[in-house]
């Protein structure tokens, strides 16, 4: 089992899997998976190649019906896929979120880590203050 920090897509999907008659097949995974946006259904063979972790088009219906067939957080698949096809990872930086349940999070390479808190939380502040101006 991976960390929240390390895991990939591939990781989720084979997990859930797991080993031969441990977890669902790929074809009962992709019935459970259906984005709830406008209801697409990934193949039970896409989902296996995701898992032997090949190349394929990710899109936001995608990762949402993958979200969905795995019962986990959107954010949590959102973040593994962004991993994996592209390299980066979202942190937390450990600003607090303004009134409108905002999350703040900071988008970098794998093995970067961020920058001083401080320069991070002035950068929010001030993007806020252009945002409320107009």
Same mark, same amino acid.
């Given at each position: 089992?991976?960390?929240?920090?390390?895991?990939?897509?591939?990781?989720?999907?084979?997990?859930? &899997?797991? +080993? @031969?008659?441990?977890?669902?097949?790929? *074809?009962? $995974? %992709?019935?459970?998976?259906?984005?709830?946006?406008?209801?697409?259904?990934?193949?039970?063979?896409?989902?296996?190649?995701?898992?032997?972790?090949?190349?394929?088009? &990710?899109? +936001? @219906?995608?990762?949402?019906?993958?979200? *969905?067939? $795995? %019962?986990?957080?959107?954010?949590?698949?959102?973040?593994?896929?962004?991993?994996?096809?592209?390299?980066?990872?979202?942190?937390?930086?450990?600003?607090?979120?303004?009134?409108?349940?905002?999350?703040?999070?900071?988008?970098?390479?794998?093995?970067?880590?961020?920058?001083?808190?401080?320069?991070?939380?002035?950068?929010?502040?001030?993007?806020?203050?252009?945002?409320?101006?107009?």
């Amino acid at each position: 089992m991976t960390s929240r920090g390390t895991e990939t897509l591939s990781q989720l999907i084979a997990e859930r &899997v797991g +080993p @031969r008659g441990s977890g669902p097949t790929y *074809a009962q $995974l %992709a019935k459970q998976s259906v984005d709830p946006e406008t209801g697409y259904r990934p193949s039970s063979n896409l989902l296996w190649k995701i898992a032997a972790r090949h190349e394929v088009k &990710v899109n +936001p @219906r995608l990762v949402r019906a993958v979200a *969905a067939g $795995l %019962a986990l957080p959107l954010e949590r698949v959102q973040a593994a896929a962004a991993r994996q096809f592209i390299g980066w990872q979202a942190v937390d930086p450990g600003i607090p979120g303004g009134d409108d349940d905002e999350a703040v999070r900071v988008a970098t390479r794998d093995a970067e880590e961020v920058g001083d808190a401080e320069e991070v939380g002035e950068f929010v502040r001030r993007s806020r203050d252009e945002d409320a101006r107009g």
